[in-house]
């Protein structure tokens, strides 16, 4: 799980970076800009949380109920990807 929580971070955080770049040239309304900004921004915290916190005791051999973030992360990333598609369009 760490290893896949320093992946994820690393990806997401380069995604964001250039997804927010084509968010400057999307022909979006300011509430659905700052929506999408902040569901692109959540994803790279949500997920690497998720697969850190889930397993946080050196004794856990399986992840706890928090790995439900991952999830919650990847919504977010579809959803703020989605609206930043619209815009685009």
């Known amino acids: 799980m760490w290893r896949a929580g320093h992946a994820h971070a690393g990806v ?3 995604f964001s970076l250039v997804a927010l770049i084509y968010l400057d040239q999307a022909d979006l309304s300011p509430g659905f800009r700052s929506l999408a900004q902040w569901l ?5 915290v949500l ?3 998720g ?3 889930s397993v946080v ?5 399986r992840p706890n109920r928090l790995i439900w973030l991952t999830g919650l992360g990847g919504a977010s990333l579809a959803a703020g990807t989605i609206i930043l598609g619209i815009g685009l369009l």
């Open 12 to 14: 997401l955080v380069l």
């Open 40 to 44: 692109i921004v959540a994803a790279p």
């Open 47 to 49: 997920m690497p949380l």
């Open 51 to 53: 697969f850190f916190l």
């Open 57 to 61: 005791r050196p004794k856990d051999t």
